[in-house]
């Protein structure tokens, strides 16, 4: 029987069996139409304990979340201590745009990285801490374990391109092609390739920044640092400063062996004079810096086993009393730990310090005026050209006012990390 039948049957032919069918399929169809949107391009996919929306764009704005369950694995992070944060901060930013979890990273203890056998591979946890990383970082980016695993060869992998061919535009069409539906079943994506520290730069420097600020050191290498600190001022009480807290200076004194070939390259490639500074250079400036007052305690940071000046105690303008880990005594410190934690320790000496003195080429001192721009613009300072400044940096490379180095300051703006990772000229002041 028909509708046009059923019309007969009281209204619809209610004490019709088949009538009442075709009426609840209806009903039913009406309702689907309702609670479930039509398909438009945007499909609501639960995933992994979260529910994903996925429009295939690659916006590190996402407001859905990272999915726990769906994984990033990048190749074991080499070089010194901070290209190894940059390194890290691009795989977690990479993972972010694929809207995955990063399986916790290999970095390297040692400094070698041409021969791999050399490289002393240090997980990730024995140098920052792991859930206070995922704790303040929570909804931008995540680390997993690989204990979180449940199938270790659901894997595919994303070979990252090289080469003058392999531009940024094509690098980000990769990371699009690999965030479709097409790679969304699979538990793992693994990069194969290059260095993630060499990796194309699609983020803006507040990105990296909010990565950075998720890392702080365990527990054991910052009470080093402490320990080193309290040295530091310890010895300018006995000095008879005045009452109070001691106040110092970092220096990183950036004139060994290496660096000095790589600066004088650089400058000429660059056509850049203000990259290299000698011992000399360096003391006349830091002793010319506006406002300081003397005496005051300088604190050298420098790579000993590279460094081949033995007289970087001398020269410094009176009312300076430089101390390195020798004559501070804390030699025994650093000896316990290999190349990387050493290094995280002086970073962490030199950030704490009360006025910074780095070069605006080094990834050491980079990263370092980063942090301290960061501190400065959560307290409300928005420049630090101006005098009387907390956590105030210079950049001795740079000649400043009266002589001195120039102030530096962040451009927190940058569209990209660049400035960070190789150096610039201009520090902002």
């Known amino acids: 029987m028909d509708l046009l039948n059923c019309k007969h049957l009281r209204f619809f032919g209610w004490n019709s069996v088949t009538c009442r069918c075709v009426v609840l399929l209806v009903i039913a169809l009406g309702l689907r139409a309702v609670l479930i949107p039509k398909s438009s391009g945007l499909a609501g996919i639960e995933h992994d304990n979260v529910m994903m929306i996925h429009n295939h764009s690659l916006s590190s704005n996402s407001k859905f979340g990272i999915r726990k369950l769906k ?85 595919i992998e994303l070979r990252k391109g090289s080469g003058r061919k392999w531009t940024v535009e094509r ?56 320990r080193v600190i309290s040295k530091i001022r310890e010895r ?13 200076v970092a220096v990183h004194l950036r004139i060994e062996k290496d660096w000095m070939i790589h600066c004088k390259k650089l400058e000429q490639r660059s056509n ?18 506006v406002g ?9 940071a420098v790579a000993d086993s590279l460094l081949e000046d033995n007289s970087i105690l001398n020269g410094w303008k009176e009312g300076f009393v430089p101390f390195e880990k020798k004559k501070l005594g804390v030699v025994g410190i650093y000896k316990k730990y290999p190349y990387l934690i050493q290094s995280a320790i002086d970073y962490e000496v030199c950030l704490r310090a009360d006025i910074f003195v780095g070069n605006s080429f080094s990834t050491f001192s980079s990263l370092i005026v980063l942090e301290r721009t960061q501190k400065m613009i959560t307290e409300g300072v928005t420049s630090s050209c101006a005098l009387d400044v907390r956590w105030p940096s210079y950049a001795y490379n740079i000649l400043g006012e009266s002589n001195g180095p120039r102030k530096w300051m962040t451009n927190m703006s940058s569209s990209n990390l660049r400035a960070i990772s190789y150096g610039t000229n201009d520090v902002s002041c």
Request: charged letters at 25%; one cysteine or more; glycine letters at 4%.
């Open 71 to 155: 994984f990033l694995e990048v190749p074991q992070i080499v070089w010194g201590l901070n290209n190894q944060k940059i390194a890290f901060a691009r795989a977690c930013l990479t993972a972010r745009m694929l809207n995955r979890t990063l399986l916790m990273p290999s970095l390297s203890a040692s400094l070698f990285y041409k021969e791999l056998d050399l490289l002393q591979p240090i997980s990730f946890d024995k140098i920052f801490q792991f859930k206070r990383f995922n704790s303040h970082c929570e909804g931008f980016v995540q680390l997993g374990r690989y204990s979180d695993l449940s199938n270790r060869t659901d894997v």
């Open 171 to 226: 690098d980000l069409d990769q990371l699009r092609q690999f965030s479709t539906d097409l790679y969304d079943g699979y538990e793992i994506i693994r990069i194969v390739g290059k260095n993630p520290f060499l990796w194309h730069d699609h983020w803006p420097i507040k990105d990296y920044a909010k990565v950075f600020e998720c890392l702080a050191l365990v527990e054991e290498i910052s009470k080093e640092a402490d």
């Open 236 to 248: 300018g009480r006995e000095l008879n400063f005045a009452l109070g807290i001691v106040r110092y």
């Open 272 to 289: 850049i004079s203000e990259i290299c500074s000698s011992k000399e250079e360096i003391m006349e400036r830091v002793g010319h810096i």
């Open 292 to 300: 300081l007052k003397t005496p005051t305690v300088v604190y050298i």
